[in-house]
């Protein structure tokens, strides 16, 4: 999946459209207003501050696989806590399309599904006024705010400028101030060591400053092998009169071969001191790697160490173990377990006042964001009748984000080549729960509605979900209750310091039809307690939802501040839910064998007769009695059939 040559580094590269348009002349046409939650002000925060961060580069991949792949490493370098990340631009690769695996589509993703601050690159040359802009109103419509303004390079010809085209990168920074004002952030490159193409060094530093005065409000730089050849290049910016914040490019050495690669590409040296180290275990990755590790974490040292750096800027080539374990070693990678939210935050603008979802999309987040992008407004604070949500369509598009992360041939393993019958469903769910490996000697990691192993918080009531799933108590979401726990508690805290939170246990599973007639008896000796839903793939539907009004099932109480109550259930979202979920036992599961094959047949049958259930606990601060609610449905059951009729009462416990 990793590819260098589509990475962002120098004359990587190239394109071979024509100029076809003008490009108009222009400044900025208003004083700047800082936005404050714009990049530009995230770093001028941090400056001020004197909190070093870094930022991470990642580029386009060319398989639908792959982008799979990409975004599960921006969930997992978003731990992290980078400032930013950025997109590379690619013109070979149709950058500004639909498409899976374009520039466009991969920051969009980054930005509205992983909540990532996200930069992306864009290149001009060859390339009409119009399309740019076409490219730009589209950056704009998907919610991305950061742009790195660059020039590219023709696709294998020499430079040669065009009457009336974009012929550098002040000319797009321009264009953009021009169009958008300062709706954008705008990056653009500098090089420490003069553009390949400059005939001098203080020439292209002329350059990089007429960029700047375009409207530019960072620089990012290429990378480098010393670290006096970035510093002497900051303080030329300075004494230019180049102002804004500077941040070298750091390039971990991971390869012989992608270090050949891009020093070809971007035409840089390579120190005779670093190839006399790399010549003798150029076959060794390991050892390339360790030493790659170690060269870039003391060149980091360095150059924070200076004073002059605010910040550091990783080429990863869309890899993640040797940026992390320089970041760790620089005590940069900073994994706070903090949430803001029980919920990832989208970072498209557009969604800045959403503060509630519905708990059912709680292991498929993305999935949410999805089907609710085209939302001009998101509910806050309440889900009345008014606020009945339209939940976008289940469609082919969509099916990219139901995508697993793991290959068929894994997911047969953890889920069975060939089901016997209903119990092998019950037993891969309990695998699930447990983390024991099934009789494949495998591990089950996901399911169909979780992508990733259990969370913390679910793992409170391992010995309870086990029992049940045991028994066909199907389980796809839940959460313990819980009566004001400090924010900061490690496995169910969320929000800011010195606040508490609450939760009221929560139970989402699949059961079969028989189950229901009985489960409704025993739901009736809990009257008010206990709230539920229940519904099958036709959308017969039993519930005790008053009025249709949300339960919000988590909230917190911080110093300072209105109650906040992310999460609700509510009885019109389920509906769509509903949909989702049953969906994905075809989608996810049955696909895996053969149309008609017993295997097919059992999914199938579970997807056409079962019910989903999800029950709520309103009593939060006793004892949570959902599991005695399945308790009393088997006892139930198994009293009926003694005794021979339905209308059997629950046995007194002994
Ligand atoms: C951080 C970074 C990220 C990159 N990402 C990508 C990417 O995603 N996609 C991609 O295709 N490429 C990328 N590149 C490579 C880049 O496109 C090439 O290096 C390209 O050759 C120059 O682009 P630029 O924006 O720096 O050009 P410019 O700033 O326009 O400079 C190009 C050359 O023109 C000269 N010049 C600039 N202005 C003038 C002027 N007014 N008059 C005369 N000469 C002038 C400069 O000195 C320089 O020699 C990246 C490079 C860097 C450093």
């Not at 005939?199 to 990012?220: C, P, Q, T």
Request: with cysteine; glycine share 6%.
């Amino acid at each position: 999946m990793v590819n260098e040559e589509q990475s962002g580094m120098g004359q990587v590269f190239k394109s071979d459209d024509r100029f076809s348009d003008g490009s108009q002349e222009s400044s900025r046409s208003s004083t700047p207003s800082p936005d404050a939650d714009g990049l530009q002000e995230k770093i001028r925060r941090h400056i001020e501050s004197g909190d070093k961060w870094f930022s991470l580069e990642f580029f386009p991949p060319r398989t639908s696989g792959g982008a799979v792949n990409l975004i599960s490493r921006f969930d997992h370098m978003a731990v992290g806590g980078p400032l930013f990340i950025d997109v590379t631009w690619h013109p070979a690769g149709d950058p500004g399309s639909d498409k899976e695996t374009s520039s466009m589509t991969i920051a969009s993703t980054a930005v509205n599904y992983c909540g990532l601050e996200t930069l992306l690159h864009i290149t001009c040359c060859n390339q009409t006024k119009d399309q740019i802009t076409q490219h730009l109103h589209k950056a704009r419509h998907l919610g991305l705010k950061n742009l790195l303004a660059l020039r590219g390079d023709p696709m294998g010809d020499e430079w040669k400028t065009e009457e009336g085209g974009f012929n550098y990168a002040s000319d797009l920074v321009k264009h953009i101030r021009s169009e958008f004002n300062d709706y954008f952030a705008i990056c653009v490159a500098g090089y420490p060591t003069g553009h390949p193409e400059c005939k001098s060094y203080e020439e292209d530093l002329r350059h990089l400053k007429l960029k700047v005065e375009a409207g530019a409000d960072f620089i990012i730089s290429q990378l480098f092998f010393k670290p006096e050849t970035f510093l002497s290049f900051f303080k030329d910016c300075r004494a230019m009169g180049i102002t804004c914040p500077i941040l070298p490019g750091i390039f971990p050495i991971q390869g012989y071969h992608s270090l050949r690669q891009l020093v070809k590409l971007s035409k840089l040296q390579v120190p005779q001191e670093i190839k006399d180290i790399i010549d003798p275990i150029k076959d060794n990755d390991a050892a390339i790697r360790n030493y790659g590790i170690d060269l870039a974490t003391d060149m980091c040292k360095v150059l924070l160490e200076s004073g002059l750096v605010p910040g550091l800027h990783f080429y990863t080539l869309n890899r993640e173990v040797a940026t992390v374990e320089i970041l760790k070693r620089l005590r940069l990678w900073t994994e706070d377990p903090r949430r803001a939210l029980p919920w990832t935050i989208s970072a498209n603008p557009k969604r800045k006042i959403e503060d509630v979802r519905p708990i059912f999309w709680a292991s498929r987040q993305k999935s949410y964001i999805y089907r609710t992008q085209d939302w001009d407004e998101f509910p806050n604070g309440r889900w009345g009748n008014s606020s009945s949500p339209a939940f976008g369509e289940l469609n082919d598009y969509y099916l990219f984000y139901l995508n697993s992360n793991c290959s068929k041939e894994e997911l047969l393993k953890m889920w069975g080549e060939e089901l016997v019958d209903e119990k092998s469903i019950f037993d891969v769910f309990t695998a699930y729960i447990t983390g024991q490996s099934n009789s494949n000697g495998k591990r089950v990691t996901c399911l169909p509605w979780n992508d990733e192993p259990l969370a913390l918080e679910t793992s409170l009531m391992k010995g309870e979900l086990e029992k049940v799933n045991q028994m066909g108590i199907l389980t796809i979401n839940s959460q313990p209750n819980i009566n004001a726990r400090p924010s900061a508690d490690p496995i169910v805290g969320w929000g800011p310091e010195g606040g508490f939170v609450f939760q009221k246990a929560y139970l989402e599973f699949f059961t079969s039809a028989e189950n229901i007639p009985t489960l409704l008896k025993v739901l009736k000796k809990y009257k008010t307690r206990v709230n539920y839903q229940i519904v099958n793939v036709k959308g017969e539907n039993i519930n005790n939802a008053f009025d249709l009004q949300p339960i919000a099932v988590t909230w917190g109480i911080f110093p300072g501040r209105e109650i906040i109550q992310p999460t609700v259930v509510d009885p019109i979202s389920f509906i769509y839910w509903k949909d989702e979920a049953f969906a994905l036992w075809i989608e996810r599961w049955a696909k895996l064998y053969p149309t008609g094959s017993p295997s097919w047949q059992i999914i199938q049958d579970i997807h056409d007769r079962y019910y989903l259930v999800n029950l709520v606990d309103n009593d939060f601060p006793f004892e949570n009695c959902l599991w005695q609610v399945i308790d009393d449905l088997f006892r139930l059951k198994a009293s009926e059939k003694t005794c021979g009729s339905p209308t059997c009462e629950l046995p007194v416990k002994p």
